[in-house]
């Protein structure tokens, strides 16, 4: 079966500093991976989506990066983080060209101090 | 105007009753809808997919009418364990967009 880890749960980091959150998918191949965000109180804002190595959709931000080394590894950086990035991420897949819905990691909560 | 569009509740319901959602997208290219849960601080889970046929899982029937644009969520004799956040989901391509959630909490 297939499984999605994502690390670390918690973080707290001062504005200013870079990040990088990880994210692994196991039990399949070539899957579409997804980084979403949520602030407190707020829906899930897409970040980026990638449907293959090296293939990276961005929808949003400003300081935010996404890289895609493997196949199934996904990651999002910052250089500098901002109060602003505050919030809870969310690593996604779903199956490669299928209709089927995403399946989520944990999340990370990040909080910008 | 947003690409997925949900009334954000809160939905206060007594147990046993039926309540529905709604919720309206932007795009008539969109191929794909889903239901998603969330439970607070935690990640969301997929509920159902929906089918323009409508389709049925227990006490969660979902439809979809392309026609007009909007998916809907009912639920039948709620239970406790349903107090949730609702989510819609329409896919494009790949690319998929959350509606903002809809609160729901069923008291005794």
């Known amino acids: 079966s297939q499984t999605i880890h994502q690390w670390p749960a918690t973080l707290v980091q001062p504005v200013g500093s870079p990040l990088s959150l990880e994210c692994t998918v196991e039990?399949?191949?070539?899957?579409?991976l997804y980084w979403y965000r949520q602030a407190a109180g707020r829906g899930l804002q897409l970040l980026f989506y990638?449907?293959?190595?090296?293939?990276i959709s961005s929808e949003v931000p400003q300081n935010l990066s996404a890289s895609r080394p493997q196949d199934r590894q996904f990651i999002l950086s910052s250089k500098k983080l901002l109060l602003s990035d505050s919030g809870f991420y969310l690593c996604?897949?779903?199956?490669?060209?299928?209709?089927?819905?995403?399946?989520f990691g944990n999340g990370t909560r990040l909080t910008v101090t | 105007r947003k690409e997925v569009e949900q009334d954000p509740g809160p939905f206060n319901v007594p147990e046993g009753a039926t309540v529905a959602f709604n919720c309206t997208y932007s795009?008539?290219?969109?191929?794909?809808f889903f239901w998603y849960r969330q439970d607070c601080r935690k990640e969301p889970k997929l509920l159902m997919s929906?089918?323009?046929s409508g389709n049925e899982d227990g006490r969660f029937t979902a439809q979809l009418n392309r026609a007009s644009q909007y998916i809907s969520l009912l639920i039948r004799d709620s239970k406790l364990s349903d107090s949730a956040t609702y989510l819609c989901?329409?896919?494009?391509?790949?690319?998929?967009?959350f509606g903002a959630g809809t609160r729901l909490t069923v008291k005794p």
């Open positions: 990638s449907v293959g190595i090296g293939q």
């Open positions: 795009n008539s290219a969109s191929q794909s």
């Open positions: 039990g399949t191949s070539n899957p579409n």
């Open positions: 989901v329409v896919n494009k391509n790949n690319d998929m967009r």
């Open positions: 929906v089918y323009s």
């Open positions: 996604a897949w779903k199956i490669g060209g299928g209709g089927g819905g995403l399946h």
